[in-house]
């Protein structure tokens, strides 16, 4: 894990915006995890739903689009999505009310976090500003 969180800060700290980003959520989808870096340091690791077979969360470097905290989907009958971060497109790291799915995948693409996880980590891109956040997602 500590060459995924070296490798994916040496991806993001490449791009010239993210030069100044502080907070950089990294998602691994083979391992269904989740590692929050602060100023490059490690200082959270979560399981994650990422999407079930059929569907797709895709893989790439992100900015946050829009915070939402308590969103509801308009494409999934009003499906809860909690204290969300949306940042590409319909796709968005948010808390489930299925924890007992997280670690393995479940999702229609977005990135599930237990709701304290997704509400510890909104917190954090509210406070340090969206365009201080990057999310990393890799297979």
Not at 10 to 18: D, N, R, S
Not at 32 to 41: H, L, S, T, Y
Not at 113 to 126: G, N, S
Request: proline share 7%.
């Amino acid at each position: 894990m500590k060459f995924f969180i070296a490798f994916a800060i040496a991806i993001v700290m490449a791009g010239p915006a993210a030069a100044t980003a502080k907070i950089i959520a990294l998602v691994d989808i083979s391992q269904q995890e989740m590692v929050v870096a602060v100023d490059g340091k490690g200082v959270h690791r979560w399981p994650v739903s990422t999407a079930r077979p059929g569907k797709r969360t895709p893989t790439g470097t992100y900015k946050p689009q829009f915070l939402s905290p308590r969103h509801r989907s308009s494409l999934y009958n009003g499906a809860p999505m909690p204290w969300a971060i949306f940042f590409h497109g319909n796709y968005a790291i948010h808390g489930t009310d299925q924890v007992k799915r997280l670690g393995r995948p479940a999702s229609a693409g977005c990135v599930r976090l237990h709701p304290d996880h997704a509400k510890t980590l909104f917190q954090m891109v509210r406070e340090a500003g969206m365009s201080n956040m990057r999310v990393v997602i890799k297979n």
